[in-house]
Every structure is written in C-alpha cells, then in structure tokens.
C-alpha cells in the first residue's frame, strides 16, 4: 500500500512561489495517477493538479498557468510548483494516489491513499 508525506508548505507573501513535495512509498510514483487537491477553512476539498502514469497533466482553471505538476522517478516524488501565488491559494494541500481505470480524475472520492498534508498561507 502506498504511503503519501507531503511537505513545502509555509507562509508566503502575495507573488511568491512555494515547490511542495510528495514522497512515496510502497509504490512507484510512475505506476499511478498522483493528485494534488487543496482544502481552505470552511470548504470542500478541492482539485487543483493531476499527474497521469504517462505523464499527462490536468489543471483546475484557477491555477492554470501558475502551477506546475510533476514527478521524479528516481526519487519516487512528485512535486507542484506554485508561482504567483494569490490570498485565494490559502488552504492545506494534499496529494493522493489514483488508480482507476481512467488516466485520471478530478473527484477526491476516486482517490485512494491521501498524505498528511501541508499548510499554504499567502498572506502580506
């Protein structure tokens, strides 16, 4: 069973740019779909990136542009770089594992193992 720990969150000013870190094991990182989905105060977990076993890449509109989802094999890790990051960014971030039959999914409730996650704060 694969394992997620994420980490790379923090506080960082309106602009700024965070890399956070998946780490996997129990599985490789290249042998399923890895998530990335965001959880601020008050709502519902929301999807934000997506990693299929190929390497295709699905982004929620909002961050569009500003992120970037992938992986490296050898370090069994998978990683989202936030650029020009907004108040809006604010939430806990998680990554999780997807192993259906599609490339992958925007629906947390088609994910399996979830990391921990790490807190996001963008504030001045």
């Known amino acids: 069973q694969v394992r997620l720990v994420e980490s790379g969150g923090g506080l960082v000013q309106p602009g700024g740019s965070l890399r956070l870190s998946c780490a996997a094991s129990?599985?490789?990182?290249?042998?399923?779909?890895m998530g990335w989905f965001r959880q601020a105060a008050g709502n519902e977990r929301e999807f934000v990136a997506v990693?299929?076993?190929?390497?295709?890449?699905d982004y929620a509109d909002s961050v569009k542009g500003r992120f970037t989802i992938s992986r490296d094999n050898a370090k069994n890790t998978g990683f989202l770089q936030m650029n020009s990051l907004h108040h809006e960014d604010t939430a806990v971030y998680y990554c999780?594992?997807?192993?259906?039959?599609?490339?992958?999914?925007?629906?947390?409730?088609?994910?399996?193992?979830w990391g921990q996650g790490t807190r996001v704060t963008i504030s001045s």
């Open positions: 999780a594992e997807y192993r259906g039959p599609s490339r992958f999914s925007r629906r947390p409730v088609d994910y399996g193992a």
């Open positions: 129990g599985l490789s990182v290249s042998n399923f779909a």
């Open positions: 990693i299929s076993r190929l390497g295709s890449t």
